[in-house]
T-cell receptor, first 113, second 117 residues
Framework: DQQVKQNSPSLSVQEGRISILNCDYT??????FLWYKKYPAEGPTFLIS???IKDKNEDGRFTVFLNKSAKHLSLHIVPSQPGDSAVYFC????WGAGNMLTFGGGTRLMVKP | EAGVTQFPSHSVIEKGQTVTLRCDPI?????LYWYRRVMGKEIKFLLH????????ESGMPNNRFLAERTGGTYSTLKVQPAELEDSGVYFC???????????????FGAGSRLTVL
């Protein structure tokens, strides 16, 4: 009964191309969504977020899109760089229930030079 | 500014032994969380402190796990007695006071890897 799912365990992309990471959720009470990046032997690092009142948020090379009707969000990285190679976690929270984050299983992104 | 610090980085113990993990959050962060990642799967919530009070401990697996945050500063997570399925990486995170944007952006520590043999 995973409430946040990342169905692609891994993704390989050529340097300079676009990386698209997907995330689906089932809990309609979620109203804030975040992406975290994790390198080996480090903790997850916050990347970008979006609230449910928006459908897009952009920060440099990173853009998050939210489709509430489909309960789907995606992270676009353009252009992809080798340093972007990491595990990306999608997370969601319900403000009314406090600050707890529910994470997906992660997608390992490999950007090839 | 110092980040979230966790100790030890790696602990190897035998089944039945006790282990205590420590987390020092970012100064001024009232919210402190413990999460766990087992076998490369999703990062699962364990519990949430607001200052010294347990706000939500719905993710704690069983009564072998005990978390404390005396004085609302650092926190400890004790596993006693440890079982094989407790192996994993235990992450601590903290966030600023309040609820909503800002408080929802958690800063994570590097994690404490626990191996139970």
């Amino acid at each position: 009964d995973q409430q946040v799912k990342q169905n692609s365990p891994s993704l390989s992309v050529q340097e300079g191309r676009i990386s698209i990471l997907n995330c689906d959720y089932t809990n309609s009470m979620f109203d804030y969504f975040l992406w975290y990046k994790k390198y080996p032997a480090e903790g997850p690092t916050f990347l970008i977020s979006i609230s449910s009142i928006k459908d897009k948020n952009e920060d440099g090379r990173f853009t998050v899109f939210l489709n509430k009707s489909a309960k789907h969000l995606s992270l676009h990285i353009v252009p992809s760089q080798p340093g972007d190679s990491a595990v990306y976690f999608c997370a969601a929270s319900d403000w009314g229930a406090g600050n707890m984050l529910t994470f997906g299983g992660g997608t390992r992104l490999m950007v090839k030079p | 500014e110092a980040g979230v610090t966790q100790f030890p980085s790696h602990s190897v113990i035998e089944k039945g032994q006790t282990v205590t993990l420590r987390c020092d959050p970012i100064s001024g962060h009232d919210n402190l969380y413990w999460y766990r990642r087992v076998m490369g799967k999703e990062i699962k919530f364990l519990l949430h402190f607001v200052k010294e009070s347990k706000q939500d401990e719905s993710g704690m697996p069983n009564n072998r796990f005990l978390a404390e945050r005396t004085g609302g500063t650092y926190s400890t997570l004790k596993v006693q007695p440890a079982e094989l399925e407790d192996s994993g990486v235990y992450f601590c995170a903290s966030s600023p006071p309040g609820i909503g944007i800002g408080a929802n952006v958690l800063t994570f520590g590097a994690g404490s890897r626990l191996t139970v043999l």
